[in-house]
Structure formats: structure tokens, C-alpha cells
């Protein structure tokens, strides 16, 4: 049975004697009067980490709606399953992907209705879920490792009984079908949360081919990235300052209050990370001999963050949401530009012209009553209240311009694009790994 601790930071809920629900005003999402607003039902996002015995959910996000919807919704009495948009809500899941640190994720699903869920709303959770999980699969630079929990959360509340139904699926699993899993409440959660910091110095040069000169310069980037990555899985992480054993306890050798406990809300580790010039003795590599007509160069140092429960920490998964962390934000970065190149019709200049990028900076913000931060990316040119009014669209809470926290400075990370007409011999190392 999987137990999933439930907490909307800043504030609580709580089950009176294990039949009623009580509220506090502001902790759901929206308000059990929905109905008389108009709306047939509401749905999101929630947002938490997973660990072998509970999901813990500390977040949860509307799907904010399209233009069109919210006309069409003032007209609507009934929740109709054709208004619960798989392709918007899968885009809300990849913005949203992009604003958590190391260490959460989308965990699934809500939906608020006035009424008690049948088949055909448990299928379109369903199909989500799946959907969700498949596209934000595609962005990653990393895989999910064999012993971390692949259950996805689906919570239907009903209004009008105050009912809550929580199943979970297997995503895996494609034909699996819905566990029913306990959906409970836990004072503290907000707080008990260990924070990990690492400055990454990042230049990673990207040679291009004859062949790949002609790809687009998102193609050739994302395949470089693919191998950069490899090194950040392989790095060496320092741990303030030591080599831990990864199967060690995060909190070893850490003070205890007079219960027993640890106060989390007082560590923030700082971490380090060496990658390795040289390969294993066991290995080689060969260097083959391209001819290249072209590069493409990310260089800069990037701010990262990562957020482990403090219950029982192990010290492999503090690296493990670190080592994401780095991934995902360069990843984003660079999606993030070139979405903007995109939108704002900035044509690839040509021959043996150069293009440079200052790609966009991270912003954190607090969650009131969490040490949790999220994030965000900001171009120089982008104001505080725009930063401020994204963050409340895509996350469904209220943030103050003073609380963003600038992390970086404007230009910290940059990207710089050649290409040749007259290619050139180059030595690349191209990373073939064989075993002797």
C-alpha cells in the first residue's frame, strides 16, 4: 500500500477524527464552491518527491485555462470529460517540469469535481498521467534508474461529498492498471526538507561534422548535451568537502536536538562535483579523425539546487538529485532560447558567419512556509513583474516581486555558434567505449 503525505505550504490540512475535512481558506487549489463559479471542474498538478514507502506531495497546481475555455465553462453545469485538454495539460506538466529543483518531480494528477468519479473519468486520468510521463520523458538527459518508484499519483476529490478518491499507475507499464493508495495529511512537511547547493562551471565544446553542419542548431546541441552528460553521471561528488559513501546516511555525523532527530531546516549541504579526464584503467577510447565544419560552445557557471526529505537520507540519492539538477537546467537553458529564437523569428545565419546567445539566467522564489525554492529562467530583458506573473500562472500561488531571488548574474552562461565554409582536419574525441 502506498501512503502519500499530502501538505500545501504555508498551510495545513487536517481529517477530524478521520471522517470530515476541515480547511484552512487558501489551502486547496481552489475552493469546494467551485461550482457556483461556473467552472464544471478543476484539474492539475501535483508536485512532491517519490521514496520506496510514500510519495510526499507538498504541492499542487491548477491547469490554468485556455482563453477559449474559460468562456465556455461560464455556459457548463456538468463536468464534461471532453474539456479536460490532454495536450494543454501535458504542456502545463513540461513549464512546470522546468521550475523544480533536484530532487521533484510531477507526480500526477488532481481533479476537483461535484461529482463521484466514474470509468470514463478514471480512464482520461489515466491516459494523462501516461501522457504527462512520456513527454517530460523526452526532455531529460537522464533515466530513471531501475530501483526508484515508477507509481504516478491520480487524486479525484468530489465537492459535493467531500469524498477523496487517490489510485496510483504504473507508468512502466503501459497496460497497468489503478492501485487504490492511502491519501494522507502531515503536519511539518514543508520543513522537513534538505537543501543541497552547487556552483557548476560548465564548457562543453560540441565539434560539427560535414554531416551534422546541416541539423538545426537545437539538433546539434541536444547531441552534444547527450555526452556531456554522461560525464556529470560519472563525476566525482564532494559533499562539503568529503567523499561519502553513497550507501551512507546523508545526516551521519550530524548534531541531534534532545529527541533524536535532526533539524533539517537547518542544513544546506554544499556540493562539488569533479568529472573525470581520463577513463578507466579496464577501458579505452580511440580518437577518430573527422572532418569538421564547425562548433558549438556552452560555457558559463550555472546555479543548482536540490531538495531531499530528511526522513532516513541516503547520500546516493542527495547526488543523484544534484547530478539532475545540473542536467535539467543546462537542458532548459538551452530549450528555453530556443524557443525564443523560435517565437521571435530569429533566422540561422549562415556560412561561415557566428551567432552568440546569452542564454537565460535562474531565478528562485520561496514557497511561503517551505524551504523549498522553485525556479525560473529570465532574460536580461524581462522584467520582475513578468517573472513574477509566470510564476503565479504556471504554479497557482502568490509571489512578491522581493521575494525573487536572482541567482546569477545576467551574462553567466553563453552560447556561441560557428560554422566554416572551408571545413577543417579535427581530432575528435568522440567517446567510443570498448571493453577490453
Not at 491547469?63 to 475555455?69: A, D, F, I, L
Not at 523526452?138 to 489510485?167: A, D, P, Y
Not at 522537513?192 to 552547487?198: N, P, T
Not at 504556471?394 to 560557428?418: F, G, K, P
Request: contains cysteine; aromatic residues 8%.
Amino acid at each position: 500500500m502506498l501512503y502519500i503525505f499530502f501538505s500545501y505550504l504555508g498551510d495545513r490540512i487536517i481529517l477530524s477524527n478521520g471522517k470530515n475535512l476541515h480547511r484552512r481558506r487558501g489551502c486547496w487549489p481552489v475552493s469546494f464552491k467551485h461550482k457556483s463559479q461556473g467552472k464544471a471542474f478543476v484539474s492539475g498538478l501535483l508536485i512532491g518527491q517519490c521514496s520506496s514507502q510514500k510519495d510526499y506531495v507538498i504541492l499542487a497546481t491548477r491547469t490554468p485555462p485556455k482563453e477559449e475555455q474559460n468562456e465556455n465553462l461560464k455556459h457548463q453545469q456538468k463536468a464534461k470529460l471532453d474539456n479536460l485538454d490532454e495536450e494543454w495539460a501535458t504542456e502545463h506538466a513540461n513549464q512546470v517540469s522546468r521550475m523544480l529543483p533536484g530532487g521533484l518531480l510531477v507526480l500526477g494528477v488532481f481533479i476537483i469535481t461535484t461529482l463521484e468519479m466514474g470509468n470514463d473519468f478514471q480512464n482520461a486520468l489515466r491516459r494523462l498521467v501516461f501522457a504527462m510521463e512520456k513527454s517530460m520523458n523526452k526532455r531529460r538527459l537522464w533515466n530513471f534508474t531501475e530501483e526508484e518508484v515508477s507509481e504516478r499519483v491520480t487524486l479525484h476529490v468530489c465537492s459535493s461529498t467531500k469524498k477523496i478518491f487517490c489510485r496510483t499507475y504504473d507508468i512502466h507499464d503501459p497496460k497497468s492498471s489503478a492501485k487504490p493508495a492511502d491519501w494522507k495529511y502531515q503536519n511539518g512537511l514543508s520543513t522537513s526538507w534538505l537543501s543541497l547547493e552547487c556552483t557548476v562551471h560548465i564548457n562543453i565544446h560540441i565539434p560539427l561534422s560535414t554531416t551534422s553542419v546541416s541539423y538545426t542548431l537545437e539538433k546539434n546541441t541536444k547531441n552534444g548535451l547527450v555526452r556531456w552528460a554522461k560525464q556529470i553521471e560519472n563525476g566525482v561528488y564532494l559533499i562539503n568537502g568529503q567523499v561519502k559513501d553513497e550507501d551512507c546516511d546523508l545526516l551521519e555525523g550530524q548534531k541531534k536536538s534532545s529527541r533524536g532527530n535532526v533539524q533539517a531546516t537547518s542544513h544546506c549541504f554544499d556540493v562539488k562535483v569533479l568529472t573525470h579526464l581520463l577513463l578507466n584503467s579496464d577501458r579505452r577510447s580511440t580518437a577518430t579523425v573527422q572532418i569538421c565544419s564547425g562548433s558549438v560552445n556552452l560555457k558559463g557557471a550555472v546555479k543548482c539546487r536540490a531538495y531531499i526529505h530528511s526522513s532516513k537520507p541516503k547520500v546516493k540519492d542527495a547526488v543523484q538529485a544534484m547530478k539532475r539538477d545540473i542536467l535539467n537546467t543546462v537542458a532548459d537553458r538551452c530549450e528555453i532560447l530556443f524557443e525564443d529564437l523560435l517565437l521571435n523569428e530569429v533566422p540561422e545565419k549562415k556560412d561561415s558567419e557566428k551567432e552568440f546567445h546569452i542564454l537565460p539566467h535562474r531565478v528562485f522564489v520561496p514557497i511561503p512556509g517551505s524551504t523549498i525554492m522553485l525556479c525560473d529562467y529570465k532574460f536580461g530583458d524581462e522584467s520582475a513583474e513578468e517573472m513574477r506573473d509566470h510564476f503565479i500562472e504556471m504554479l497557482d500561488h502568490m509571489i512578491q516581486i522581493e521575494d525573487l531571488e536572482i541567482a546569477e548574474e545576467i551574462n553567466t552562461a553563453c552560447m556561441r555558434y560557428s560554422v566554416n565554409t572551408e571545413a577543417s582536419w579535427t581530432a575528435q574525441m568522440m567517446n567510443i567505449l570498448k571493453t577490453n
